[in-house]
Antibody
Framework: QVQLVESGGGLVKPGGSLRLSCAASGFTLSDYYMSWIRQAPGKGLEWVSYISSSGTTRYYADSVKGRFTISRDNAKNSLYLQMNSLRAEDTAVYYC????????????????WGQGTLVTVSS | EIVLTQSPATLSLSPGERATLSCRASQSVSSYLAWYQQKPGQAPRLLIYDASNRATGIPARFSGSGSGTDFTLTISSLEVEDFAVYYCQQRSNWPWTFGQGTKVEIK
């Protein structure tokens, strides 16, 4: 069955960096677009970044553009989010999610989600 | 950026009652709208995509309708496990955006 497991979250000081990882299993990662979506404590959902199946096309929310980088290693069945220059407002649970559509017809509909990893930015 | 406004913020109902949740977009999203359910401490679960298509394994009591700027999620008869927060999401224009959520609570 499809499984997504995030790791790499933790407590970091403002201005610091973290790299989140998402280990994918139960499907062929190279067939799907993938996303990072976050949720601040007690708040709603925000789409952070979206990457094509090959990794050549990447989208970023304005709130993270220039600070975060999404990447993937299909051979290692892994998705990543490099987060630099972290701010207090980046504090959230970060979810990795797989698209409903395929690399031929992407959909931007996250159907499978990981359990999330908490990032806390505080001094 | 397309803003999605959900109403009401909270819906207080009893099991067996009908729930009607609304999502309004700041500009047309055609039928590119999805609905998710989220329970405390859990990731969101996809319920409906492209306005009216139920995702795999979603019970028939969940239905979606609408197009353009006005959308509705209907739960025909609430089960205890349906009390949760519901979000709408558009995929018409990047950035894909979510509504702020509607909490369905037990009356």
């Amino acid at each position: 069955q499809v499984q997504l497991v995030e790791s790499g979250g933790g407590l970091v000081k403002p201005g610091g960096s973290l790299r989140l990882s998402c280990a994918a299993s139960g499907f062929t990662l190279s067939d799907y677009y993938m996303s990072w979506i976050r949720q601040a404590p007690g708040k709603g959902l925000e789409w952070v970044s979206y990457i094509s199946s090959s990794g050549t096309t990447r989208y970023y929310a304005d709130s993270v553009k220039g600070r975060f980088t999404i990447s993937r290693d299909n051979a290692k069945n892994s998705l990543y989010l490099q987060m630099n220059s972290l701010r207090a407002e980046d504090t959230a649970v970060y979810y990795c999610a797989r698209d409903l559509g395929t690399r031929v017809v992407p959909a931007a509909i996250p159907v499978y989600w990981g359990q999330g990893t908490l990032v806390t930015v505080s001094s | 950026e397309i803003v999605l406004t959900q109403s009401p913020a909270t819906l207080s109902l009893s099991p067996g009652e009908r729930a009607t949740l609304s999502c309004r977009a700041s500009q047309s999203v055609s039928s590119y709208l999805a609905w998710y359910q989220q329970k405390p401490g859990q990731a969101p679960r996809l319920l409906i995509y492209d306005a009216s298509n139920r995702a795999t394994g979603i019970p028939a009591r969940f239905s979606g309708s609408g197009s353009g700027t006005d959308f509705t999620l209907t739960i025909s008869s609430l089960e205890v496990e349906d009390f949760a927060v519901y979000y709408c999401q558009q995929r018409s224009n990047w950035p894909w955006t979510f509504g702020q959520g509607t909490k369905v609570e037990i009356k």
